[in-house]
T-cell receptor, first 112, second 103 residues
Framework: DTEVTQTPKHLVMGMTNKKSLKCEQH?????MYWYKQKAKKPPELMFV???????INESVPSRFSPECPNSSLLNLHLHALQPEDSALYLC???????????FGPGTRLTVT | GIQVEQSPPDLILQEGANSTLRCNFS?????LQWFHQNPWGQLINLFY???GTKQNGRLSATTVATERYSLLYISSSQTTDSGVYFC?????FGAGTRLTVKP
């Protein structure tokens, strides 16, 4: 199984809502990543978890809260987002270090 | 942090043509990859190539680490090759090359 799954595929939320994005992989990878991609821009790294511990936070605002409950799951909790946070959120996984990441299909988020 | 520059930003080809995409990076790297993002947003890993040359069908890639660049070659392009090609270095993505292949 070489697949990273993400749910939901699409999400529309208001600025006062709380929602969560979910990512799952069963490849035994111990590094998981969140990226944000705005239209016509490259993906930007947000967070990296290595062995279920947060290893990189690219100065992401606290309205984005990552969680890695176990080695297969990665969540991104969203609260009080702004319209400019509307984007494609991509999850990826790999073995830690110099490994090829596999990307999920993404969650397209719209904040109204 | 490391800088990643890709060229050209846009490329339009007729089906069957060949092309070369370039990625320059500002520092020595341990991890360089080429991705294709299809129109639906899915990122597909094409090559993991911190150095050397690899080939996969009509695609090949070469990285000259000492000169800090990598090239992606697409031969006999097909309409399904359309999309954005990204070079990613140490989990940082370049701006991409948007390729359009016309029938």
């Amino acid at each position: 199984d070489t697949e990273v799954t993400q749910t939901p595929k699409h999400l529309v939320m208001g600025m006062t809502n709380k929602k969560s994005l979910k990512c799952e992989q069963h490849m035994g990878h111990r590094a998981m990543y969140w990226y944000k991609q705005k239209a016509k821009k490259p993906p930007e790294l947000m967070f990296v978890y290595s062995y279920e511990k947060l290893s990189i936070n690219e100065s992401v605002p606290s309205r984005f809260s990552p969680e890695c409950p176990n080695s297969s799951l990665l969540n991104l909790h969203l609260h009080a987002l702004q319209p400019e946070d509307s984007a494609l959120y991509l999850c990826a996984s790999s073995q830690p270090g110099l490994a090829v990441p596999y990307f999920g299909p993404g969650t397209r988020l719209t904040v109204t | 942090g490391i800088q990643v520059e890709q060229s050209p930003p846009d490329l339009i080809l007729q089906e069957g043509a060949n092309s070369t995409l370039r990625c320059n990076f500002s520092d020595s790297v341990n991890n360089l990859q080429w991705f294709h993002q299809n129109p639906w947003g899915q990122l597909i890993n094409l090559f993991y190539i911190p150095s050397g040359t690899k080939q996969n069908g009509r695609l090949s890639a070469t990285t000259v680490a000492t000169e800090r660049y990598s090239l992606l070659y697409i031969s006999s392009s097909q309409t399904t090759d359309s999309g954005v090609y990204f070079c990613a270095v140490e989990q940082r993505f370049g701006a991409g090359t948007r390729l359009t292949v016309k029938p």
